[in-house]
Nanobody, 115 residues
Framework: QVYLVESGGGLVQAGGSLRLSCRTS????????MGWYRQAPGKQRDLVAT???????NYTDSVKGRFTISRDNARATVYLQMNSLQLEDTGDYYC?????????WGRGTQVTVSS
């Protein structure tokens, strides 16, 4: 069974930082492409960032220069460092991967940015 467990969310003031973690099990993490998605209240779930097994990364335009996705293969964990947080970053953040033809999601961690 594949498990993705997010942590690190919380309440933060605008301009602040948070670091999200997603611990995985049941996959060969070192070859898996990992992604972070977020879902703002009342909106669809959108891609935030991805990291491939070779460490190459992609970001949605709104977070470029503020967020950094990284991975620790020894810990089978992917991270999302979020700096200069803005009100629009509020939402539930989900870890995602595709493994053996199926897409897997964590349960999410909530991020609330206050003014």
């Amino acid at each position: 069974q594949v498990y993705l467990v997010e942590s690190g969310g919380g309440l933060v003031q605008a301009g602040g930082s948070l670091r999200l973690s997603c611990r995985t099990s049941g996959i060969n993490f070192s070859i898996a492409r990992m992604g972070w998605y977020r879902q703002a209240p009342g909106k669809q779930r959108d891609l935030v960032a991805t990291i491939s097994n070779d460490g190459s990364t992609n970001y949605t335009d709104s977070v470029k220069g503020r967020f950094t996705i990284s991975r620790d293969n020894a810990r089978a964990t992917v991270y999302l460092q979020m700096n200069s947080l803005q009100l629009e970053d509020t939402g539930d953040y989900y870890c995602q991967t595709t493994w053996k033809g199926r897409t897997w999601w964590g349960r999410g961690t909530q991020v609330t940015v206050s003014s």
